[in-house]
């Protein structure tokens, strides 16, 4: 089923200087920009969960570190 969509003049301009070709249409551009959205948002999940894991991995360092100390009561003050 194909649609009409009503664009603005600017937003149609916008997208003409996005084609890399003069007969490729709105239709392949707009598909190519929601694949770049796609990408990137696959891209910022997966630097988000390599974040998650380092700071997961420094907190159980710590923790670690604390597991260690056993009395308080034989430090010197």
Known sequence: MVTTIQLNEP???ALDQMKDLKKQTYE???????ELVEHQKREQEALM?????EIA???LKISKEFERIEDFGDWEW
């Open 11 to 13: 937003v149609k301009i």
């Open 28 to 34: 392949q551009v707009i598909l190519h920009l929601l």
């Open 49 to 53: 969960i390599e974040g998650y894991k």
């Open 57 to 59: 991995e420094e907190s």
